[in-house]
């Protein structure tokens, strides 16, 4: 088996990361109203409901094939998510300045808190909802914990108005 190098030296299995982004996909099934949150044009807020993103401090460590594997198939969630979502185009995309408000569920996450945000950024710029994560765009981030359906909930506000 491949594994994953872990913060503390403990590795981490990528067969036990992807048994936990499958559970995540049956039990996110399972989940009843709030999974899908309704957007329209007018409206200056982008709400993605996501798998519980991978650890910044295994992304900073040497990048070995299970961990590029296991962020891959992360990454495939997560658009797989975004599509029965409704897709990339429902969301629209924030052409100006943005707050991000990142939520994680305990029930999910087992990491510090701090480590989840590169990840996600990363991800949300991969989809272009956003311009970039730099600080011309990024005005304001807030990381707590509380209550996520899918295990991660990314919402964006647009600060200007700008969303197309």
Same mark, same amino acid.
């Not at 891959?72 to 707050?99: F, K, N, Q």
């Given at each position: ?5 872990? &913060?503390? %030296? ?11 982004? #499958?559970?995540?996909?049956?039990? +996110? ?13 007018? &409206? ?5 409901? =996501?798998?519980?993103?991978? +650890? /910044?401090?295994? #992304?900073? &460590? ?8 296991? @962020?891959?198939?992360?990454? +495939?969630?997560?658009?797989? @998510?975004?599509?029965?979502?409704? %897709? #990339?185009?429902?969301? $629209? ?6 707050? /991000? ?32 994560? $730099?600080?011309?765009? =990024? ?6 914990? %509380?209550?996520?359906?899918? $295990? ?8 200007? %108005?700008?969303?197309?």
């Amino acid at each position: 088996m491949s594994r994953i190098p872990h &913060s503390r %030296g403990a590795p981490v299995l990528a067969a036990q990361y992807a048994r936990r982004m #499958r559970s995540l996909r049956v039990q +996110s099934a399972r989940v009843a109203d709030g999974a899908v949150v309704p957007h329209d044009r007018e &409206s200056r807020l982008i709400t993605l409901n =996501l798998p519980p993103p991978m +650890s /910044a401090n295994e #992304r900073r &460590s040497r990048a070995t094939p299970a961990y590029i594997k296991a @962020y891959r198939s992360w990454v +495939s969630t997560c658009d797989g @998510y975004v599509y029965a979502d409704g %897709g #990339r185009r429902r969301l $629209g995309m924030i052409t100006g300045p943005y707050e /991000a408000k990142i939520t994680l569920d305990r029930d999910y996450n087992r990491m510090d808190i701090d480590n989840a945000v590169k990840c996600l950024l990363d991800y949300v710029v991969r989809l272009e909802l956003i311009p970039d994560d $730099g600080p011309k765009w =990024l005005q304001r981030l807030v990381v707590e914990f %509380g209550e996520a359906p899918r $295990g991660c909930r990314v919402v964006l506000h647009a600060l200007d %108005g700008t969303r197309s």
